[in-house]
RNA sequence: GCCCCGGUAGCUCAGCAGGAUAGAGCAACUGCCUCCUAAGCAGUAGGUCACCCGUUCGAAUCGGGUCCGGGGUACCA
């Protein structure tokens, strides 16, 4: 009986004891104790009954309790607390028996097969190949890797999809601006065009090209090699970048490909159809007005070209008849209010999008001495991804952005990054895992076996007994992360895991004289052990067996 | 103007399906390595949980308002 199923036993014998006292039902909340004194289980049903009974709540929860009847195998005792907590206690059985658990099922401890069979598709990062990556993107690299392994966990089958378009105005200015720095290796003087790309990258293209092509391009400023060149250079730069955080897409889909195959057009005249796209100044609109906006949007410009909504359509419509039973896009705040549009169009299209899943993220703010930059690809004001792995490492790059609520606000600090390097909250993970790597060398070097069938029940120190009962909790986190896909939730879960680790450590010996109490505690160290890989595993942090 | 996020220790942030003494890391200070790794542990100090009002037995958490920061509201993506 894992921790979730606990609960639910406990949640059912409380409905059917008040069942039982004719009091009326209501959801029942559970949560784990926050001071050992209070249990490890409380729930305040009590407490919100009291006022709809109209007695008090600690005589409330002294009857609930008296006419309780929970098997001794799961539940050692239910104590009250003022102003009307009842208390749950885990049986010591029952700690022994997860652990057991556990140790039995080693990595997959935790796994369910919610998504067994299922296919998902994770759309992430889809920065158009202008330039390098930022810190910025950074974030939704990291996020929808990791969520990606969150689904993974739980057995879907997972795409990962990247989705660019190197057609458009930026793309053109991006060409432009290549040829100028092209014609200034070639002594020219120019300057580039409003609104073009000013980093350092683009003389390298340009230079690129110019040891292949030499000065053949010069009066050919409309030549596509400037602009593919540019997208095949930095499309390669940025995989190179995802690489370093261990990130690979299964799928690159081009927005091109929704104008050749005609997708666009389709979309356009069964919205038109459906009376939801009409004509006006030269331009097709779509009527978000319908869809509860305060006015309506552009889907196709006075100049032939569509917006970037019109393809996202038919992307979408593309994604869902693929078929896949879960979709989830990753979009940064700036996305917000598009969206809607996208899914309501669909809708309307008569498309089921209820497993259309839309995670949002807020921006990375950036610090440089203090003050703020604000990050912009064309005016090269951005720190790379790419150097910032280089300073602060793969890890902590990935960690950085994982402990961190997705909906909040990130300042990051440069100078701060740095320094935390040295001493940094994800090392402070790696090395109870390093540790524990290094007792089990060491035990198995003087001979203690690991062995499953060992006698638990000498484990009965507080340090020893409150590291169980969080990895207990381990199954539990495996449920709120893939049921909110949010993954500081698992951060958090480490780093508590680690302290009681370290905790541990600390106050108990794990290979000594007694080799009973060694083996059992070698067993509860490889226990913690598995638990700690399979989360830093789900982050996508490396485990190492020294450090 | 309107819409969406956020405002918690000096700094970066957790906590927020209402709960019992608000946490961590960094920075500061004090202890602890003849013993499986001190990238650790124990402790001190640091808070009107932006502000006001409300709901409630109980509010950092829910509702309303104000202020500050970010994003959107574009025939830019």
């Known amino acids: 009986m894992t921790i979730t199923t606990f609960k639910d036993y406990l949640r059912n014998q409380i409905l059917t004891t008040l069942e039982e006292l004719s009091m009326p039902t209501r959801d029942v909340h559970l949560e ?18 009291a006022k709809e009974v109209k007695g008090s709540p600690l005589d409330l929860a002294e009857r609930i309790k008296e006419n309780l009847h929970l098997s001794p195998d799961y539940c050692s005792a239910v104590t009250i607390s003022p102003p009307g907590f009842l208390n749950f206690i885990y049986s010591p059985k029952y700690i022994r028996k997860q652990l057991i658990t556990l140790l039995k099922t080693g990595d997959s401890y935790g796994k369910t097969d919610v998504g067994k069979g299922k296919c998902a598709l994770v759309e992430f990062v889809s920065a158009n190949p202008t330039g390098p990556l930022t810190v910025g993107h950074g974030r939704q690299a990291v996020l929808g890797d990791t969520v990606s392994n969150i689904l993974e966990w739980h057995d879907y089958d997972v795409a990962r999809e990247y989705y660019f378009n190197d057609a458009g105005r930026q793309m053109r200015l991006l060409g432009e601006s290549v040829y100028v720095r092209y014609m200034e290796s070639l002594g020219e003087k120019m300057t580039l065009p409003e609104g073009g790309y000013q980093g350092n990258y683009i003389r390298d293209i340009a230079n690129h090209i110019y040891k292949i092509h030499h000065d053949t391009l010069k009066e050919q400023p409309d030549s596509p090699v400037f602009k593919e060149t540019a997208e095949k250079i930095i499309f390669e730069d940025i995989k190179s970048t995802l690489e370093k955080l261990g990130i690979y897409f299964d799928g690159f889909v081009n927005e091109k490909t929704f104008y050749e195959n005609q997708a666009i057009d389709q979309v356009i005249s069964r919205l038109r159809r459906k009376n939801l796209a009409y004509n006006l100044d030269g331009a097709v609109w779509l009527k978000t007005t319908d869809f509860g906006k305060s006015q309506d949007t552009v889907l196709i410009k006075r100049t032939g070209e569509p917006t970037y909504r019109l393809p996202d359509i038919a992307y979408h419509e593309d994604k869902i008849k693929r078929g896949f039973d879960l979709i989830v896009d990753i979009f940064g705040s700036d996305h917000k209010d598009t969206y809607p549009d996208v899914i309501s169009a669909l809708q309307c299209l008569n498309y089921r999008t209820d497993h259309i899943q839309v995670l949002i993220h807020q921006f990375v703010t950036l610090k440089q001495k203090g003050v703020k930059v604000s990050m912009s690809t064309r005016k090269a004001t951005f720190v790379t991804l790419d150097d910032l792995i280089e300073i602060v490492g793969a890890d902590v790059v990935r960690y950085f952005f994982l402990m961190r609520n997705m909906k909040s606000h990130l300042n990051f600090d440069m100078d701060l990054a740095m320094k935390e390097s040295e001493e940094n909250p994800v090392y402070y993970l790696q090395y109870a895992h390093a540790r524990i790597c290094n007792i089990l060398k060491y035990g198995k ?28 909790y381990f199954p539990e986190i495996t449920k709120q992360i893939l049921d909110s ?63």
Request: glycine share 4%; aromatic share 6%.
């Open 445 to 472: 070097e003087v001979g203690i076996p690991s062995d499953v069938t060992a006698d638990f029940t000498l484990l009965k120190e507080p340090s020893e007994l409150n590291l169980i009962k969080e990895l207990i």
């Open 32 to 49: 784990k104790s926050k001071i050992p004194e209070y249990g490890d289980l409380s729930s305040n049903i009590a407490l919100t009954l």
């Open 485 to 547: 896909l949010e993954p500081q939730i698992i951060s958090n879960y480490l780093q508590d895991l680690a302290t009681l680790f370290h905790k541990f450590y600390t106050e108990c010996r794990v290979v000594t004289e007694d080799i009973s109490l060694s083996v059992a505690r070698i067993g509860l160290v490889s226990g913690v052990k598995t638990v700690l890989a399979s989360s830093l595993e789900i982050l996508g942090i490396s485990r190492p067996e020294r450090m």
